[in-house]
């Protein structure tokens, strides 16, 4: 039997939308399996200043469709240093602490792992991010609601679209990994996509796109993600406008609406496996995994291989359709 | 008895949400009533063109609830000059239209009422702009679903609003009117909103910024006329932050997905009766008349002061309540 | 100078999209003017059970967004009495509470009517319902929202609807108005309207769906009022399949989905603009007034009247416009 | 080098969303690769009544985000019979077409695996139907956004859902399958979830509400999947009724509208990728397969193996989590 009796869950760094989902989840199986359970407030930061509260079936009632996080998030540069972590573990023991939910992304894995390595604190942890940039699963929290925003959008646009000589740019979430681009943009129906993961030549696009004003293409949508290269939608806009002037050129900036939201089915059910799986886990007496969905099962992955792996990349199939099917 | 017997309709300038129930009610109302029925499709470029179909009422079917035009619209320099104008007018004759109905905005008015008057023929307006900034209608086509739009938009960045240092900036059309970014930022709950109508001090902005703050705002929502006279989002939260650099500024432009979308409900409804109630004015013997909605009642304005007057205002109720409800 | 220093406001009835915005304009407007403010609870019957709570600026923040009504409603038999009226008076007076706000339909009407007269307490009231059936206003509270929801809905249908012999019958409220019927039905394309305010016979129904088929028309959707003297979608659907058995018959009962819903851009502001002049109203010494909109604008009736009078109907070019533009 | 020069696509059975993702993604990808490509409209009867239409890669354009099907689906008695197939085959000889794409559920596979086997004839078929009940895939087509689209429903009626003797029932599609009951119940909180795979007596269906009520749940929804023993949501709603008549019981039937609506993301994206494989594995000569999705990854499972195998089932920890969460 499991000596585990009070289970902590958190969420950190950027919220995603299903983390809601998931900590309802975690709070009910736990409850289920005769745990007392604890939401920790902001994360790392609520651990530092004890903002610990306890969490019964009904402090999770009527949240699984809410975007964002009830249990908040915030960053801490505190936690980062020795004196940080001491003071967080203490806390965690004061509050009869024995095992931790970690929701969220590279970050919050790395301070688990810390963590958990340091004062032998399980700790199972859940990828909750919309970039979809985490080894060891195919899909992170979130992932899926944000692409649902984004050909929302792209669809309005489209139906404004009716002149070849118009052309948009719309940017979408993605510093270093452009899944959401590449999903959206196909989806979307997009002209051209721009990733990080990829370097396009302005002259390039330029082509393709006279290829398509050619094609009498009717309109043309461009997606660039934010960490493509070329700097941003205003910047390619420019730059496109500088060499093909008799182009009218429009620009949208997504920004945070893609982290919002009520969660999809998909992201429901994701955020609902993974934190019913990570509790089991933990019940299991495992620590330092993170809880992934591969095909439609869960699995799970040494914590310290997601963090360290980056050798994930985006799916072939999806790379060579984004200039058939455009 | 009426001496007309064919009708076309266009629509010109911006497209918005509403204008293809508006359509289908031309058309289906004008065969209802013994009509010939025409599209023209760009607007007076077509005109120019003999741009020309033919519609009958299968034409307009399933297309209610389609954002855009299917009528397409475009600019025309030609038809600003004489003998623009006068090609289009022997094209409208050589093709046996009687009569025009004309959706779009301000310049698609000014143009129609040119035309109508050189030549006498007529010609019967319907205000289709989603800026709701024509006088002679409480509402235009298309207004209500770019606010509700722009209210899903500010939901769901609200979402991932969680600490007070972290002000979201989003951009919304109007460059000489308010209304969307009036009505979108009282509806969205906005801490702040920036019209072109009034000039808005950054100063001024930061002390309610602030002041939300101390009153422990866990989020602030800042929403800006694209004709604010600061000029756009990025500038205003570019200020911002040089002035209280402990702010975390987030910029959202949502541009033309503002202009798509499936219409709603009260923009369909409302370019049905319009184009009803211009067609059945038309087959009266009214030329020159822009249909309006005021209350609940179809009503008629003089194209001319529909033009010429700019007198309509902000609601003081709301430009009261925007800042008491914030 | 008014001697109103304490404000309660509570819905009643059925909820509505909206009240949730008007509840919060409530709270923020009565604050702003000094006043102290009270929520009750599950209106009647809150009274009756003492359910007040002190209601401060942030106990109506992030609401806005919120489909139903914060403050719940009940039905509450005991109100109904000339005791339970007493003790619910008693009980506002212990509190202090010197003045009421309503929001609901005709039975809150009733109730607040019967208490402001009995007991000499200010009253203002708030059309709230998504059935639109209230005299004195343009639109009820939530009549928007549930619109939009059935046209999404019908949206939906309409895409699988693809051959001439299917026929889908879609049942909206509405038990003695077809407000939302006949508006949805229009911005829904519906190819027959069923309404309480009109009987139809299934004879003429049925030529009207075989006129249709003759004219080819791909498919055809019936909308029907759960008030329609045939007695629902499911009866209707029957009669119809009985007489023409080469249909395929679809139905769909939309029920209580109709009510929720994050509220529209129009309920938001239509809500806020009602919130924030009932308590304006009240400050200026007004009782016993409903509040409506009367065009784009603020207007009152006597409660009295607006209870007792039901000779509003739906508008003439809507009707006639439901059997010309089908 | 392949033989293959023209191909056909065509859906049939019930319309799914993701369908024209699909049809858009062959298309393009055939002519990608040099091939004619035709599209036959309304499934085995376009291939009797010579329904064929020639496609290019604007026969496509702006049709993702559409449901439905712009091939049309039927039914087709007399392609069940020996003379019907040989007439369709010939036919599609007629007309140069050297290979078929089917999008559609069981029985459109079972046509296509009859024709291909007896006329040898390469097919490749694409699981398009929103049940998710077919062997060797994860996913079938249109089941993620019509989950999307139960979820939406529940959530609206979750928000007029407010005191603990209120019990709704929401019936769902699922004749032989719960996989939509059973992900759209625990995605959207119900409290019960009645599925075919599974009795539940209507007793025990009772305690559960009960052990709800007591525990101050404030509403309870019910999800039905149509294929449940019990007779759908109004017998259910009624026997419950039955013997608690102090609930107070509300029926939503979602009907087809679950069919349509634009598809989800996930599904513009399984469609575009199933098509794409499609045609390569044609031109890879292939055939008699049925392209899955397995993990993210594309996969392929003999025709005849989909068809006969029946022994997926819903997945164990949704199973598991559909009680412990609710």
């Given at each position: 039997m499991s000596k585990i009796k009070k289970i902590a869950v958190f969420t950190s760094g950027g919220d995603a939308p299903g983390m809601n989902a998931c900590i309802r989840a975690v709070v009910r199986t736990g409850i289920h399996f005769g745990c007392e359970m604890v939401g920790i407030k902001q994360g790392y930061q609520g651990m530092i200043d004890k903002n610990?509260?306890?969490?019964?079936?009904?402090?999770?009632?009527?949240?699984?469709?809410?975007?964002?996080?009830?249990?908040?998030?915030?960053?801490?540069?505190?936690?980062?240093?020795?004196?940080?972590?001491?003071?967080?573990?203490?806390?965690?023991?004061?509050?009869g602490i024995d095992a931790l939910v970690a929701i969220g992304g590279d970050g919050t894995f790395t301070g688990a792992e810390r963590l958990s390595k340091k004062f032998d604190i399980p700790v199972i942890c859940v990828p909750g991010t919309i970039d979809n940039d985490l080894y060891g699963t195919d899909f992170t929290l979130g992932f899926d609601t944000a692409t649902n925003t984004v050909i929302e959008a792209i669809d309005k646009i489209r139906d404004t679209a009716e002149s070849h000589d118009r052309l948009f740019f719309i940017e979408v979430m993605g510093r270093d990994a452009g899944c959401i681009a590449l999903r959206a943009g196909i989806a979307g129906g997009a002209e051209a996509i721009l990733l990080p993961e990829k370097a396009t030549a302005i002259d390039d696009l330029i082509t393709t796109l006279e290829d398509g004003a050619k094609n009498s293409k009717s309109s043309s949508i461009v997606i660039i993600a934010e960490g493509d290269k070329n700097g941003g939608a205003y910047n390619v806009a420019q730059k496109v406008k500088e060499k093909?002037?008799?182009?009218?050129?429009?620009?949208?900036?997504?920004?945070?609406?893609?982290?919002?939201?009520?969660?999809?089915?998909?992201?429901?059910i994701l955020g609902s496996r993974m934190g019913f799986a990570a509790v089991k886990a933990i019940l299991a007496g495992e620590t330092r995994k993170m809880v992934g969905l591969k095909g439609n099962n869960i699995s799970f992955t040494d914590l310290e291989e997601s963090i360290t792996r980056h050798d994930f990349k985006l799916e072939d199939d999806l790379m060579e359709m984004s200039t058939i099917l455009a």
């Open positions: 610990f509260i306890p969490m019964n079936r009904y402090s999770v009632s009527n949240i699984m469709q809410l975007g964002g996080t009830i249990l908040k998030t915030a960053r801490c540069l505190e936690f980062k240093t020795e004196e940080g972590q001491q003071k967080a573990y203490n806390n965690l023991k004061e509050a093909i002037s008799y182009f009218d050129t429009k620009v949208t900036i997504l920004g945070h609406l893609q982290r919002g939201g009520s969660p999809s089915s998909f992201d429901r």
